[in-house]
């Protein structure tokens, strides 16, 4: 794994550049203490507490409601159910090195635009970006994306003991 700056670099920069654009501020000029103060709500749900960072930029204020109201992602899923809004995949960029395979079979199936532009990714990034000499891979098998055994080990044959009436429990 390479350094983790995506979130920074496309998510918390673009949104700060906005902000300021919104309230008026030129490229570098600071916000004047005291003066202007945001709450910028971030939808982490509970069962990603560990994101929850505070603002790099003391004028603006973050804010959780989802961890407020204690909702897990889950929880987000059945609020929209019940409001005809079908689940909504995770937020996340196609060819993030992150996914489990779940995730790159649903984006296989699912999106293949964006399953695409992962192999594309992929494909661009095999001999090294600067500062590395080992070839790379968007995923953790260090197989081409295109080439990953994708499926489940129940497809492979594999039978769940825990799926049936079976506790798994003597031994076999």
């Not at 501020?25 to 509970?46: C, D, H, T, Y």
């Not at 929850?52 to 961890?67: A, F, G, T």
């Not at 953790?140 to 499926?151: A, F, I, Y």
Request: net charge positive.
């Amino acid at each position: 794994m390479l350094r983790r700056q995506c979130t920074r670099e496309f998510k918390v920069q673009p949104i700060t550049r906005k902000i300021r654009e919104l309230i008026g501020l030129k490229k570098g000029q600071q916000a004047p203490r005291g003066k202007i103060s945001v709450r910028q709500f971030i939808g982490i749900s509970l069962d990603e507490v560990i994101r929850m960072k505070p603002s790099r930029d003391k004028w603006i204020q973050h804010e959780w409601p989802l961890i407020d109201l204690r909702m897990t992602r889950h929880d987000c899923n059945v609020w929209l159910e019940k409001r005809g809004i079908k689940k909504l995949p995770k937020s996340a960029c196609s060819f993030c090195p992150y996914h489990s395979n779940s995730e790159w079979r649903y984006l296989r199936d699912e999106q293949p635009d964006a399953w695409q532009e992962a192999i594309e990714v992929d494909e661009a990034i095999r001999e090294g970006v600067k500062g590395t000499t080992d070839a790379l891979f968007v995923h953790q098998s260090l197989v081409p994306l295109r080439d990953v055994d994708l499926r489940t080990d129940l497809d492979k044959g594999q039978l769940s003991l825990w799926g049936n009436e079976c506790e798994g429990m003597c031994g076999v």
